[in-house]
């Protein structure tokens, strides 16, 4: 079965440094997402993205995020100054269709200091 | 906004015997999809079943099953003869049409003893 591929698996960091989160979803999905999970808690949607925009993100998505899909295949997560809270596993997931199966990444555990 | 919730937050069965994890949710759509996620130790997220709100018929997968109560907003997931690698947290999750994300309840771990 096709995979989305998320690097790295565990990201420590300094609060206040900026990290970027890589997936690769399956190449011929159209609809993309990233959503978190902090420890013991549910999953949260983040952000949404569709032909080449955001189409929907959630309160958490403040100015500090932002989404690329910079090359046809790679689809990042950037947080630009990170907070303690920001520590959590992160997961991107894409499907082919609006109705499709979800297919969810492995995870970025990230670990802000 | 739509809702999903979850009221057992730990639940334990025996080998080969069989569970109800159960799910609720509230919404004013009327077409929508629900899903059940496993979340093993890897946190890995795994789609275990899905049902279409249009279709009575219960969703199955070999051992997992749903009871799914449209009129109740009731959805629940019964894994059969469970075995250790059941175990794991369960997550319900709601989509909508009118909106491509998924929203998740809080969770049920389920503990499988011998």
């Known amino acids: 079965e096709p995979e989305v591929t998320q690097t790295p698996s565990h990201q420590v960091t300094q609060m206040g440094q900026e990290v970027i989160l890589r997936c690769v979803p399956i190449?011929?999905?159209?609809?993309f997402y990233w959503y978190r999970q902090i420890l013991g808690q549910k999953v949260e949607f983040l952000v949404s993205f569709y032909n080449n925009e955001i189409s929907e993100k959630s309160e958490i998505f403040d100015d500090q995020f932002s989404v690329e899909r910079p090359d046809g295949s790679n689809f990042t997560l950037k947080i630009r100054s990170t907070k303690l809270e920001d520590s959590a596993m992160y997961f991107c997931?894409?499907?082919?269709?609006?109705?499709?199966?979800?297919?969810f990444g492995s995870g970025t555990q990230l670990s802000v200091l | 906004a739509q809702t999903v919730t979850q009221s057992q937050p730990e639940m334990s069965v025996q080998e080969a015997e069989t569970v109800t994890l159960s799910c609720t949710y509230d919404t004013s759509e009327s077409d929508y999809y629900l899903f059940w996620y496993k979340q093993p130790p890897s946190r890995q997220m795994i789609l275990v079943i899905r049902?279409?709100?249009?279709?009575?018929q219960n969703a199955t997968e070999n051992r997992f099953s749903v009871n799914f109560q449209k009129a109740a907003k009731s959805f629940s997931l019964k894994i059969s003869d469970s075995q250790l690698g059941d175990a794991a947290m369960y997550f319900c999750?709601?989509?909508?049409?009118?909106?491509?994300?998924?929203?998740f309840g809080t969770g049920t771990r389920l503990q499988v003893t011998l």
């Open positions: 999750a709601f989509l909508t049409g009118t909106a491509s994300k998924l929203t």
């Open positions: 190449s011929n999905h159209l609809y």
């Open positions: 049902q279409e709100a249009y279709k009575q």
């Open positions: 997931a894409s499907k082919q269709g609006a109705y499709e199966k979800l297919f």
